[in-house]
């Protein structure tokens, strides 16, 4: 297995390149954004370990660079912060898991073990209903090419529904998913949200998006 | 307290408004009296040169017949006329008993008999005796003498009384007035300056971005307001340098950590280490790990410090997290001659994997620093219908009744055991805080047959 380390810190990248090429792997060194990239596309590579904090382009802008050029490799993500947003930045980017430094080196080959076992799928960042695109890191929604605003809580749901585009998702899960686990509500508080979702992206388009399912719950369909 | 400046302030009010009082007081009651005086004076000249003309001309008879009709009522208390020589007794002389006697004398008589004219004041036996009286020189069957004539000063008297009593009543209401007037006008000054005390009272080191709120008004309090927000944006912004100093060291260092971390474990794990060397690396590998720990918990501090720990929820495998925590303690219990062991089925619930991590680790650290020598720390996943956790048991000397709560006590901000990073005593107030965000509960109970057992549960 071939791997790609993007680490600018020439001791940890060292010592990782070491204990992995022990652990079989055959490992490539890039310490900048650019040589990364460079290094990606001359190669094809098993799984790459990036660190969000380089020079010469930020590390979540290489992992969306490389996954808007169709390179659907397991990225594992390396990172000082341990803020939510940091967290999840690399993850909206196109990366499959993160891990927090100082970390265990254990945990490193646990977790890269685990991605490379997922396989490597096409996993778009823009979720793609036919004409709905649902951008989660942008936070932007357009139907037909023209952009709609949608409160904090639609974003929400619309993006579950569209991750399970042409599932049949239940009330339950959505209220579980998409708000609070301790929401006091009732699930016709889904109802309600559904209904604005519509009115914000059916009405204006004249086409049909979401469908009712009775008994079990809505469905996100391209017409 | 403000009552001192109230006090002053109507106390100095009172004082002015008296002083002003009183000086308007005796420049109207002098100027009454002087005019009055000076009408008395006319009229006595007036009368006067009537009766001198009437005595030059005629004598006795027309004295008399003059003086009583230009004298007010010549019986009446004080008007009366009387002709005096240089030497000797009255002439003549018409009116009030107390012209039978001579009103003037020596000098002054002499100067009057010699061509001068005085105009003077005489107060007799008794208070309501007042006089004002003139004297002329005369001459009558060539004899030189002088012309004495006196009128009363008591209805000018009764008046500047009057006018005095009027004074005094109304002065003494008009201070009363400005005593009570004034003691309400400074309370409802001080007000606002009340008011910007309490609330500035309650703003405290949480609290520092709150502010006093200003009044419009360009003057002493406003003015007061806006030094007092001045000085708390100044507090606040040292604060939070201070804050973001910590934040800061603690985050660069987690670069080297990582680096020295790295080569230590790789080392460990691909390198043939024996011996005293084997021992070094995963001693130093210990110290690392431990500063890990501090620094996650320095930062997670600064978090809540700046106002709120944010949750990463994802889909948690406790079982696993749980597994992590004790692999990054394992050569710490080692070390301690404790063993850890982790039981319990995978349950996945809804949490923070990072903050989960922390916690866990935190009372594995707590526990490996209480339990004896040989014993085991059982680090038990479980779950029930609504509810799923951790339960870290040790058999150290457990924890008294009286301190169950207190241990996890969020301890002060201004607590200068921030120091103590890396102990346990800041460790359980964080775990507090993180089971708490993920609204789930964490406790002490006592341990089946001895030491304790720290539980945490969250929504399962």
């Not at chain 2, 043939?272 to 501090?301: K, P, Q």
Request: charged share 25%; aromatic share 4%.
């Amino acid at each position: 297995m071939r791997l790609l380390i993007v680490e600018d810190d020439v001791k940890l990248a060292g010592s990782l390149a070491r204990g992995l090429r022990r652990e079989g792997y055959a490992v490539d060194l890039a310490a900048s954004g650019a040589d990364a990239l460079l290094h990606a596309r001359v190669y094809d590579y098993d799984a790459v370990i990036l660190d969000v904090m380089i020079p010469q382009g930020d590390g979540v802008e290489v992992c969306r660079t490389l996954r808007g050029e169709g390179r659907w490799m397991p990225i594992l993500i390396l990172t000082a912060r341990d803020g939510v947003a940091d967290r999840i930045r690399g993850l909206d980017a196109g990366a499959d898991d993160y891990l927090v430094k100082p970390f265990d080196y254990g945990e490193l080959i646990a977790r890269l073990r685990a991605i490379v076992r997922r396989g490597a799928p096409e996993r778009p960042t823009v979720l793609i209903v036919g004409d709905l695109e649902v951008d989660p890191a942008a936070h932007t929604v357009m139907r037909q090419g023209r952009s709609v605003e949608l409160t904090a809580r639609e974003f929400a749901l619309i993006e579950f529904l569209a991750r399970r585009g042409g599932e049949v998702v239940s009330r339950a899960e959505l209220l579980e998913h998409v708000w609070d686990q301790n929401f006091e509500g009732s699930t016709n508080v889904v109802d309600v949200y559904v209904g604005y979702l519509r009115r914000k992206l059916e009405e204006p388009f004249g086409r049909p998006l979401i469908r009712t399912v009775r008994g079990a719950g809505y469905v996100l369909e391209a017409a | 307290m403000s009552a001192p400046i109230r006090l002053r302030l109507t106390a100095w009010n009172v004082v002015l408004l008296a002083a002003v009082l009183l000086a308007l007081g005796a420049f109207v009651v002098t100027r009454l009296r002087s005019d009055l005086t000076a009408s008395v004076d006319s009229s006595l000249r007036a009368a006067s040169y009537q009766i001198a003309r009437g005595w030059e001309a005629e004598g006795t008879p027309d004295f008399i017949d003059v003086a009583h009709t230009v004298l007010p009522g010549p019986a009446r208390h004080g008007s009366g006329a009387q002709v005096l020589e240089r030497s000797g007794p009255v002439t003549v002389s018409v009116g009030d008993p107390i012209v039978e006697a001579p009103l003037i004398a020596g000098r002054r008589l002499a100067s009057v008999v010699g061509g001068g004219r005085i105009s003077f004041s005489l107060r007799g036996g008794s208070p309501s005796e007042h006089l004002r009286l003139i004297a002329v020189p005369v001459t009558h069957r060539g004899k030189r003498q002088a012309l004495v004539v006196a009128e009363s000063l008591a209805a000018s008297d009764h008046a500047v009384n009057r006018v005095l009593v009027l004074g005094l009543f109304g002065g003494a209401g008009a201070l009363g007035l400005i005593a009570l007037g004034g003691w309400w006008i400074a309370r409802r000054a001080l007000v606002p300056v009340e008011r910007m005390t309490s609330r500035a009272d309650r703003i405290g080191i949480e609290d520092l971005a709150a502010r006093i709120p200003e009044p419009r008004w360009r003057d002493e309090v406003g003015h007061l307001a806006r030094t007092l927000n001045a000085m708390l944006a100044r507090l606040e912004r040292g604060v939070q340098a201070r804050e973001r100093l910590i934040a800061d060291v603690s985050h660069e260092l987690r670069a080297p950590l990582a680096a020295i971390r790295s080569e230590l474990e790789v080392s460990l794990r691909h390198d043939a280490l024996e011996g005293d060397a084997r021992a070094a690396v995963m001693s130093a590998h210990e110290e690392t790990v431990r500063m890990g720990h501090i620094v996650e918990n320095l930062l997670t501090l600064a978090r809540l410090d700046e106002g709120g720990l944010e949750l990463l929820l994802a889909r948690v495998d406790l079982r696993h997290v749980a597994e992590e925590a004790a692999a990054s303690y394992r050569a710490a219990a080692n070390a301690a001659g404790v063993e850890l062991a982790v039981e319990g089925d995978p349950v996945t619930v809804r949490g923070d994997r990072e903050r989960l991590r922390q916690v866990i680790g935190n009372l594995i650290d707590n526990a490996i620093g209480f339990a004896p020598r040989r014993s085991a720390v059982k680090i038990v996943v479980w779950r029930t219908d609504d509810e799923a956790g951790v339960r870290v048991a040790d058999l150290g000397p457990g924890v008294p009744a009286t301190d169950r709560e207190r241990i996890f006590e969020r301890f002060e901000r201004r607590d200068l055991a921030r120091s103590r990073a890396g102990g346990a005593g800041l460790g359980l107030a964080i775990c507090r805080e993180i089971i708490e965000a993920h609204r789930g509960r964490i406790w002490v109970r006592d341990g089946d047959s001895a030491g304790s057992v720290f539980i945490l549960a969250v929504p399962a």
